[in-house]
């Protein structure tokens, strides 16, 4: 049976539908004249400068390596505790991800352990805003100055948080957005790269379409002809406008969706403070977080213990989610031999709860009763 509370529930409707069907029936549905105005509304709401759509945060991940000139040879420091698509994108690009360690309580990068792991051969370091959470950028930032190294933002989950009063898209170089379903703005699938630099843009732009010079919509409202020619090798990472139309729509639902996570968060947090065993996440005042999940930690707990709440809190009728996973663990990553005893600790012992804006304070009750009764349980067996 499935769970009476789910872990998520993407927000959308009349609206969505309304601007897929006015792209339909306009007769161009791929990346085009929709994808432009998404761009334009991004880049807007987060106060960057340019914006590039892609397929998704994996490809826009991807091209934003290419175009920081990172390539065979070169290593890129990463969070093992993430989804695996972080460090895949650096495979993606021909270079060798380094996994470093997260801090245990905001499961962001560990600036500290970062320093340790550069080498001459250190040329980027993807920083992820874990679950939405802004990470240390001022902190990075400098410790990238001070070794020449580029970093990429890895904001998959981050629309809407803010870092220091300035919205996330806005402060770096390269920042990386997903539009995957479990985020708070989904197009089904998709992705964007904001960018400060016009000359990323360009690249970007024709990374994302074979390396075409001349774009679609271009060459299909000009009255000579055009003959395209094709300056790289590039690829197909294109959003379609049938994408970008949702995209719009769930833009304007943004603002509203932060704040009702927020308040959502702030139940959860009232009712798990001070617990004695379940521990609330952790948000420094220099940041809004937008909430995309809202996990717990239970310190010092095994996966198994973990999972066995896991199980109790679903035979309640409340889904949850294992914590965020770690890269080198899994087999596509055997050859990596490297431990990483925080970051195994703190995704073995985290557990993430229900949250969607649909949810209401019952549910709240609800999903807390059922994780107290659950950790009861485990507690009472060990
Ligand atoms: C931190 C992080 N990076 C990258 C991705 C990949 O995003 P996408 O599915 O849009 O490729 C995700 C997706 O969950 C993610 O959480």
New binding site residues.
Partial sequence: MTPRIPIARPEMGEPEWRAIREVIESGWVTQGPRVEAFETAVAEYCGAEHAVAVS??????HLSLIVAGIGPGDEVIVPSM??I??AN?VVHAGAEPVFAEVEPDTFNLDLADVRARITPRTKAIVL?H?LGLPADIAGFAALAEEHALTIVE?A??AIGSSYRSRRIGSHGELV?F???P??LVTTG???MVLTSSKEHADRLRLLRQHGMSVNDRVRSSSTAVIRESYLEVAYNYRLTDIQAAMGIEQLRRLPAMVQRRQELAAMYDERLAGHAVVKTPVVSDTVSWNVQTYSVRLPGWSAEERDAVMQHMLDAGVASRAGVMTAHREPAYADFDVKLPLSEQASDSSLVMPLYTGMDESDVDECVAALLSAVEHVCSGR
């Fill in positions: 998704s945060c994996t490809t826009a991940l993430s989804f698509a972080t994108a992820v874990q890895d998959a989950c990386c997903s539009f995957h479990r985020k699938d998709g992705g």
